[in-house]
Every structure is written in C-alpha cells, then in structure tokens.
C-alpha cells in the first residue's frame, strides 16, 4: 500500500504563485508514476501533469504548460507542483496520484491506484 497527503494548497490572487507538495509513504519503491489531477465543482477530475519516476520524463496539460512544473524529490519521497501565474480557472482541489506502472503522457485516472485526499486551491481575479 501507498499513502499520499498533500499539503500547500490556499487562496490567491490571479497571477499569484501556490507549491503543492505530496509526500508519499508505504511501499513507495512500487511507484513508478505519479501525477497531478485537479477538479472543479460539477466538473470531471482532470490530469494536470505527470512524471515517469526514475526518468523524470514530465508531461503537461495544454492548460497549464508554461505556468506549472512538476517535479520530485526522491530523497523525501515527495512530489511537487509548482503553479505560477495562476488564473481564476484554475480554481479547484488538487488530488496527487501514484501508479505502479509508468507513464508516457498524461494518463488517464482509472490507471492511478493510489489517491490523496486532495488540497484546495482557490484563485480570485
């Protein structure tokens, strides 16, 4: 089993700045991929980005390119998202994913086992 919390999350203006962390524990070395997903209220949990773990292949919504990075630090098993320039659409609870397989692109949800119980992220204009 694997454990996700995510941690970072608030409010902000549009063209602010949040870091979102996602500290994983458990049987992390089965972790292959990991993601972030986001949603927004009457609306379906989308990909935001994804990281193949060991490669450090990274892979973007066309939403975010340019403003969010994602990134990892091994050491801690923790998982990052960087968001800049942040715009009132982005305004929704973000949810860390991991998998045991990899990943090539941004896959979908249904491949995730292993969810977080989400940080809320609330952007105003």
């Known amino acids: 089993q694997v454990q996700l919390v995510e941690s970072g999350g608030g409010s902000v203006q549009a063209g602010g700045s949040l870091r979102l962390s996602c500290a994983a524990s458990?049987?992390?070395?089965?972790?292959?991929?990991m993601g972030w997903f986001r949603q927004a209220p009457g609306k379906e949990r989308e990909g935001v980005a994804t990281i193949w773990i060991g490669y450090g292949s990274t892979y973007y919504a066309d939403s975010v390119k340019g403003r969010f990075t994602i990134s990892q630090d091994n050491a801690k098993n923790t998982l990052y998202l960087q968001m800049n320039s942040l715009k009132p659409e982005d305004t929704a609870m973000y949810y860390c994913?991991?998998?045991?397989?990899?990943?090539?692109?941004?896959?979908?949800?249904?491949?995730?086992?292993?969810w977080g119980q989400g940080t809320q992220v609330t952007v105003s204009s």
């Open positions: 458990g049987y992390t070395y089965s972790i292959h991929c």
């Open positions: 994913a991991a998998r045991e397989g990899g990943c090539i692109g941004l896959v979908s949800t249904d491949a995730f086992a292993y």
